[in-house]
Antibody
Framework: EVQLVESGGGLVQPGRSLRLSCTSS????????MSWFRQAPGKALEWVGF??????????EYAASVKGRFTISRDDSKSIAYLQMNSLKTEDTAVYYC?????????WGQGTLVTVSS | QSALTQPPSASGSPGQSVTISCTGT?????????VSWYQQHPGKAPKFLIY???MRPSGVPDRFSGSKSGNTASLTVSGLQAEDEADYYC??????????FGGGTKLTVL
């Protein structure tokens, strides 16, 4: 059974950093791209970015709203994807989801809440 | 503003059919047969519903169907049931390393 579990969310002050983890199981992690989405309270899903797998050069792509502040990485040996979030803003407050895939997002985690507030 | 345009809301009575549209451009929806749909109930993670325009993953009821005409993709829910009340999002591959998403449609079962 495929499982994705996000962790690392919490309350953080504006300007600070936070790193989210997405621990995966039930599939060959290294064979897939991994993506991150977020959803602010009462708002629509927003694509954050993705990272291709090693076979495709582990290239990354980000939404304009987070480019230069957020970084996606992966550790295939541990089946974990990461989302490093720097220079956080209040508008980054959201539930963050990791998902398997690049344009077909087949499996999703349950999400982790990030609250940016002073 | 989302790259793909969806109506904010849709509704239907139990047993009826409802269609949700997703309009893009010739660079995304119209350019590739890589449109997918997702269902999200309140407080829950999204669920993969349709891929490659009209394909259903295993376990998704055949009441859900997808189609595409030109730059507009559509999701049809037939035989509406109470549990179909949810938000629905479309997504489309836009070439290279680009994917675009819709703003979501809230489906209400009357």
């Amino acid at each position: 059974e495929v499982q994705l579990v996000e962790s690392g969310g919490g309350l953080v002050q504006p300007g600070r950093s936070l790193r989210l983890s997405c621990t995966s199981s039930g599939f060959t992690f290294g064979a897939y791209a991994m993506s991150w989405f977020r959803q602010a309270p009462g708002k629509a899903l927003e694509w954050v970015g993705f990272m291709r797998n090693k076979a495709y050069g582990e290239t990354t792509e980000y939404a304009a709203s987070v480019k230069g502040r957020f970084t996606i990485s992966r550790d295939d040996s541990k089946s974990i994807a990461y989302l490093q979030m720097n220079s956080l803003k209040t508008e980054d407050t959201a539930v963050y989801y990791c998902t398997r895939g690049f344009y077909n997002f087949t499996y999703w985690g349950q999400g982790t809440l990030v609250t940016v507030s002073s | 503003q989302s790259a793909l345009t969806q109506p904010p809301s849709a509704s239907g009575s139990p047993g009826q059919s409802v269609t949700i549209s997703c309009t893009g451009t010739s660079s995304d929806v119209g350019g590739y047969n890589y449109v997918s749909w997702y269902q999200q109930h309140p407080g829950k993670a999204p669920k993969f519903l349709i891929y490659d325009v009209s394909m259903r993953p295993s376990g998704v009821p055949d009441r859900f169907s997808g189609s595409k005409s030109g730059n507009t993709a559509s999701l049809t829910v037939s035989g509406l049931q109470a549990e179909d009340e949810a938000d629905y999002y479309c997504s489309a591959y836009a070439g290279g390393d680009s994917v675009v998403f819709g703003g979501g449609t809230k489906l209400t079962v009357l």
